[in-house]
């Protein structure tokens, strides 16, 4: 092995792990690694100095195509069926020995650093590649080493992405020639035959949602941001809610914009960078992301002008779920480290693609658990293989691709934090107004975002709620630099009796996905719709 950038404690763990690369390229800065990527043809730099790069056949996440190995340390432990599929140790252990054969002999780059900025809390990971422009989005969205930490840096975990190593369906029992592969024994997660960046920060995400509740920690599928006061805030949603550009807040300092943990101390950040959806961005609307993407960020499948490389963020010709991905600290006043004090406001963000939900709403402590179990939206164009347009969906804990353990343990977390805390939790609705997809159009950024003001500086503590029946919901009868008539929903509808068959449908769903969860107290079951 040519010893290029490793030590040999390095070199000794590799070849423990049994792997033999011709080269290996360890920790390398932004600056090589996008000289690495345009000399292997991996990319191409932009005019904004962004490294531009395409996935190819897979632009989102593959769920059906994530497995996690059955055996004694996960077969009580883990919430199987359809998300947490199980695989056998022998044939993880079989595809595994070729993934190591298959990168004897080659490059590899690798990224040492952590998941997770509470150092009581955190995960050293170790991530290898065949790509330079991988290893650099590693770089970007993990936390990074200190000089000291890598020199004895021990990885707890190995994440091994090879996009060019396919499995064989037939032989290797996956349900196609990708694969995501998770062993929670073993300490190892395995990918294959995608190049779609996201699934390897999503993984290491499930790996921190295993771990942590046996450490009475919180883990949550949510952005978080803190105030001049040291106030501490929540966005929880899945893709495409608005997580990211709502909680790039510029009157607000980001602590993180997707994973974070909620321990006896506060709110940590797992990552050190974000991995924002840039699908028609402007800079007046989300000016911080707009200014983020620069030298050292990665764009994916963002279509880039041949002549000025200039990046056209408002075509969607590749993928509706273009990305861009980049360090915290590119973030004017991001919290470095990236932690912060125990939650005061709460925010369920939701993409209602019917267009009956209100825009905001305040829940109770029981209606925050309902919500948090639920976990409705609708899946956004591009963010998985074959959504073509949005499909409504119940995601339990706002993150059910990435909750190996029963939803109900979370929900429990979650209930017992926010009464602890004297936390309030609010349910802001980002999706369609006026109705449904097709019809109505997505509630402006700039109400959604002066509702989350109100909401995060007291403002609606004190204003009047109307109570729905049908939802059970109060909502707030006027909100700054909010037209107060699209507060209630049905009065951006032309057709009434059309909006009130769409509402009984969604509060139909909710029931019925609601009769799955089972020994769930009533006084939570009654904070759902009423029909």
Not at 95 to 102: G, L, Q
Not at 184 to 199: H, Q, R
Not at 205 to 232: E, Q, W
Request: contains cysteine; glycine residues 8%.
């Amino acid at each position: 092995m040519t010893e290029t950038y490793i030590t040999n404690k390095f070199t000794s763990q590799l070849i423990a792990l049994g792997i033999n690369p011709s080269k290996v390229y360890r920790n390398l800065s932004p600056t090589k690694l996008v000289e690495l990527a345009v000399q292997k043809n991996e990319g191409m730099v932009t005019s904004t100095g962004s490294l531009s790069v395409k996935t190819g056949k897979y632009t989102g996440r593959s769920p059906d195509d994530r497995y996690i190995v059955y055996d004694d340390e996960t077969h009580d432990a883990v919430d199987w069926g359809k998300i947490n599929q199980q695989f056998p140790p022998g044939k993880f252990d079989k595809i595994f020995t070729k993934m190591k054969k298959f990168v004897e002999g080659k490059e590899i780059f690798v990224f040492d650093g952590f998941v997770g900025a509470d150092k009581e809390n955190r995960l050293a990971i170790r991530v290898i590649n065949d790509y330079a422009w991988q290893s650099l989005f590693a770089r970007q969205l993990f936390v990074r080493p200190t000089q000291e930490e890598l020199e004895h840096h021990e990885p707890e975990f190995t994440l091994i992405c090879i996009n060019d190593f396919e499995a064989i369906q037939e032989i290797d029992g996956t349900n196609s020639n990708i694969f995501i592969m998770i062993n929670l024994s073993k300490k190892l997660v395995l990918i294959g035959g995608t190049s779609y960046a996201g699934e390897m920060k999503k993984s290491l995400f499930s790996v921190m949602n295993y771990i942590l509740p046996t450490r009475d920690v919180f883990p949550m599928h949510c952005s978080a941001n803190i105030g001049k006061n040291r106030d501490t805030a929540l966005f929880f949603g899945l893709s495409g809610t608005g997580k990211t550009s709502l909680s790039a807040d510029p009157n607000r300092m980001l602590i993180g914009d997707d994973e974070h943990g909620w321990s006896n101390n506060g709110i940590f950040n797992f990552e050190g960078g974000c991995y924002a959806k840039c699908i028609n961005l402007n800079p007046e609307a989300e000016p911080q992301i707009w200014n983020a993407i620069k030298s050292g960020a990665v764009l994916e499948n963002v279509l880039i002008d041949k002549q000025t490389l200039k990046p056209n963020f408002d075509d969607g010709s590749l993928t509706e779920n273009t990305r861009a991905a980049y360090p915290l600290d590119y973030i004017p006043g991001a919290v470095i480290p990236s932690v912060g004090g125990h939650p005061k406001v709460i925010v369920f963000l939701t993409a209602d693609a019917l267009g009956v939900l209100p825009p905001v709403s305040k829940l109770t402590n029981e209606g925050a658990m309902y919500h948090f179990l639920s976990g409705y939206t609708s899946k956004l164009a591009g963010t998985e293989r074959g959504i073509k347009e949005p499909k409504a969906t119940f995601s339990a804990c706002f993150g059910a691709p990435f909750m190996p353990r029963p939803a109900a343990a979370y929900a429990k977390m979650l209930g017992e934090k926010i009464k602890e805390h004297n936390t309030t939790v609010y349910l802001i609705n980002t999706g369609w107004s006026g109705g449904p997809y097709g019809v109505g159009k997505r509630i402006n950024i700039k109400y959604s975002r002066a509702m989350v003001t109100a909401a995060l500086t007291g403002e609606l503590d004190d204003v009047k709620c109307r109570h729905n029946e049908l939802f059970n919901l109060d909502i707030p009868t006027k909100c700054t630099n909010v037209p107060s008539e699209i507060l209630d929903p049905k009065n951006t509808w032309i057709d009434k009796d059309s909006y009130d068959l769409s509402a009984k449908k969604l509060a139909q769903m909710f029931v019925d996905n609601f009769d799955k969860f089972k020994d769930i107290p009533k006084e939570i079951r009654n904070a759902g719709p009423k029909i």
